[in-house]
């Protein structure tokens, strides 16, 4: 049987962030039409050019009114205010789809615009993005965390695939804990990369990127198939004399990061331990060691 396509829909975004455009250039592929988009910085007008050509930008109200799926894509903590605006000054149209990027918020987010009849859809790409071209091809295979009405999953699920991506349903009150979890992975990860870098750089090594890039695809490749059991280094290990050096190089040349290698560190330490990987009767010197951060 020949599954039936959903219709297209003319497509509005508002907030021409890094991620509206690529979702709004991504549904454009799949045969939707995108009429209008909102964005007051410079940056947005470009990114806005790029991905999505001779699409005028307008206020937001006017991005609503042209448009049959809206793509509310503005900075988490913005989001709350937007939608009652928009409820409240009577832009949001009964039967219009309002679909939020969010991370942080399922569908609730929404209730203001629900209550003027639109059709609420947090569908969250669970991926890093630049604002341009490239992003459109990396949502190939991307999961999305969705949150929707049972009503409404059928929709969402469309929307996803036509986007490339893949759907991942969490529940509303999971929605929290699910960002903190992709922030930590993703976010903390760009920043342990940049110190480790900033050191490399430090002790003479001149292409850092080529030096890192094997060895953390690597690990980020052991970790992804087998968890814990990917633990490597001397706080695996139990190597009290080793982690004290580093923190006393690091004290030394690099003070602003001797807290997060401390915090990493002990978090390693407690999942060795708790594998088994890390035998007590080393834990207690490495622990001793990181409590005095290197100052011994």
């Not at 910085?41 to 001779?54: D, F, I, N, Q, T």
């Not at 990917?230 to 690099?254: I, K, Q, S, Y």
């Amino acid at each position: 049987m020949v599954e039936e396509k959903p219709a297209r829909l003319t497509v509005g975004v508002v907030g021409a962030g890094r991620v509206g455009p690529v979702l709004a250039a991504a549904l454009k592929l799949a045969g939707h039409h995108p009429v209008a988009a909102s964005g007051v910085s410079e940056a947005s007008r470009r990114r806005a050019e790029a991905l999505l050509p001779g699409v005028p930008l307008v206020e937001p109200a006017e991005v609503l009114a042209r448009a049959d799926l809206v793509l509310l894509t503005v900075p988490d903590d913005a989001l709350p205010a937007l939608v009652r605006g928009l409820a409240e000054t009577g832009a949001v149209r009964p039967g219009q789809l309002l679909v939020h990027a969010s991370g942080r918020y399922g569908t609730s987010v929404l209730e203001p615009a629900l209550r003027a009849g639109a059709l609420p859809l947090a569908l969250h790409p669970a991926m890093t993005f630049t604002g341009t071209p490239v992003d459109v091809q990396r949502l190939a295979g991307c999961c999305f965390g969705v949150t929707a009405p049972g009503e409404l999953r059928t929709a969402a699920l469309a929307l996803v695939i036509e986007m490339g991506g893949e759907p991942e349903w969490i529940e509303e009150s999971a929605r929290p804990l699910y960002h903190a979890a992709l922030a930590i992975g993703a976010n903390h990860l760009v920043t342990l990369v940049a110190q480790a870098m900033d050191l490399l750089r430090q002790a003479g090594v001149q292409e850092p990127g080529r030096m890192l890039g094997p060895l953390l695809g690597a690990a980020l490749d052991n970790a992804l198939r087998s968890g814990d059991a990917a633990l490597t280094g001397p706080v695996a290990r139990g190597d009290a004399g080793t982690v004290t050096a580093h923190l006393t190089e690091l004290r030394t040349h690099a003070p602003e990061t001797v807290a997060s290698y401390v915090a990493m560190a002990r978090a390693t330490a407690d999942r060795a331990l708790a594998n088994g990987m890390l035998k007590a009767e080393y834990a207690e010197a490495l622990l001793g060691a990181l409590a005095d951060g290197g100052t011994r």
